[in-house]
């Protein structure tokens, strides 16, 4: 990928961060936010951790622990998120999920990216962002959300794009879970 379409989808995805961030965190309500430029595609979901996990703070016991290990590797398969209709190849994912090795080798320390109106709030909020760049060898018409059949107390999912041709907003959930262009 050249340094124009690296700086492109960095700005794109900034610009999404902050409007994503900005507004309010609601349970059982994600964000999918899609930027194209030329074959590179890069969708990110910012999701409620109490959605994901069942709970937002770091993991108390092994069965927590456990659990966001599994949420991880479902994140590295990328077809438990979503599909792409083109032929398409993953090339980067990322996710603000991570594990951090304590002193003892048997625990780690779980991160979860919180949001609060005041940064010592007791009332404060987890997201978990996942982050997703495709390399696209064929044009892609439809995006379509698989994360509903796992993650079973998200309702809806806010999805925004920026890709060749035009952008949108439109809202998904589990009868409706496919973004389409022409």
């Known amino acids: 990928m050249n340094k124009c379409t690296v700086l492109l989808m960095t700005f ?16 059982g309500q994600g964000k999918m936010l899609i930027a194209q430029q030329n074959k590179s595609w890069h969708i990110q979901f910012i999701l409620p951790a109490a959605d994901v996990l069942g709970f937002e703070h770091a993991p108390e016991s092994q069965q ?26 993953l090339e980067h994912i990322e996710n603000s999920l991570t594990e951090h090795e304590s002193h003892d080798e048997n625990e780690h320390d779980i991160e979860v990216e919180h949001h609060g109106e005041e940064e010592h709030s007791s009332h404060q909020h987890g997201d978990i962002e996942v982050e997703y760049l495709y390399s696209c060898q064929s044009k892609v018409t439809q995006v379509s959300l ?3 059949a796992w993650i ?12 060749d041709k035009g952008q949108g907003l439109t809202v998904l959930n589990r009868d409706t879970s496919v973004v389409a262009w022409l």
């Open 12 to 27: 794109v995805v900034f610009a999404f961060s902050a409007v994503a961030q900005e507004s309010a965190h609601v349970h």
């Open 64 to 89: 927590q622990r456990n659990l966001v290990s599994e949420v991880i590797t479902k994140f590295k398969n990328h077809t438990s998120m979503l599909e792409l209709n083109g032929n398409c190849t």
């Open 146 to 148: 698989t994360l509903f």
């Open 152 to 163: 079973n107390s998200l309702t809806s999912v806010e999805a925004q794009w920026v890709i």
